[in-house]
């Protein structure tokens, strides 16, 4: 059983980098053909794909995203993290990371193994 938890602040300030790490268990995310992402829900709107960091550690970004984005990982750890820097209040949203065989970056609740998801309030 594939199991993710999201953890890191709750809260942001304006302009400064919002830090997330996914904690996997049930697998190694080092295990071929699994590829892990993070997505975010603004109030009110669509799940967004934000980018994912691969079995081999390649990363992909959402072009609206890619500036300001970087995912890593943690294999002695088996956890993956999200920087999404210079935030303002529009960033505030659930933010989620999701496991899946296969580079699916539709935001499908039915595909692969998903977090619980973890609010963040950017503050002004």
């Known amino acids: 059983q594939v199991q993710l938890q999201e953890s890191g602040p709750g809260l942001v300030k304006a302009s400064q980098t919002l830090s997330l790490t996914c904690t996997v268990s049930g697998v190694s995310i080092t295990t071929s053909s699994y590829y892990w992402s993070w997505f975010r829900q603004p109030p009110g709107k669509g799940m967004e794909w934000i980018g994912y960091?691969?079995?081999?550690?390649?990363?992909i970004y959402a072009p609206s995203f890619k500036s300001r984005t970087s995912i890593s990982r943690d294999t002695s750890k088996n956890q993956f993290t999200l920087q999404l820097a210079s935030v303002t209040p529009e960033d505030t949203a659930v933010y989620y990371c999701?496991?899946?065989?296969?580079?699916?970056?539709?935001?499908?609740?039915?595909?692969?193994?998903w977090g619980q998801g973890t609010q963040v309030t950017v503050s002004s």
């Open positions: 999701v496991g899946r065989r296969g580079a699916i970056v539709l935001p499908l609740r039915d595909s692969g193994s």
């Open positions: 960091i691969q079995y081999s550690g390649s990363t």
